[in-house]
């Protein structure tokens, strides 16, 4: 059985930036150095998501990670910028909420 082919970190930044340019208009110095704390974040996470520990301690893990990346993020935003991020946050949270409710069925 093969295993899925891993995306490339800079890919899945790639995505979450363009998102991120878009819907809070980031200056050029917002995208390098959130650039920077993504690409950090993602590899995090990607380790993490091997480690061999129960699926319930991984997902805390994970979640106190993001944290900590919103928290580096809003560090580098504009208040109307912080707004809107933190919008973004919580559609995250839902989905997240939500993937995990499904899972638990």
Do not use: C, H, W
Request: glycine fraction near 2%; hydrophobic fraction near 30%; charge should be neutral.
């Amino acid at each position: 059985q093969q295993s899925p082919k891993e995306i490339p970190v800079e890919v899945t930044v790639g995505k979450i930036m363009e998102r991120l340019k878009t819907e809070l208009t980031l200056d050029e110095l917002q995208v390098i150095a959130i650039s920077n704390i993504m690409t950090e974040s993602v590899k995090k996470g990607e380790v993490l998501s091997k480690k061999e520990m129960p699926q319930e301690d991984k997902i805390k893990e994970i979640q106190a990670e993001s944290e900590a990346t919103d928290i580096k993020v809003m560090y580098l935003l504009y208040k109307n910028q912080k707004e809107q991020y933190n919008t973004l946050i919580e559609d995250r949270k839902k989905r997240f909420e939500a993937l995990t409710n499904k899972r638990n069925r």
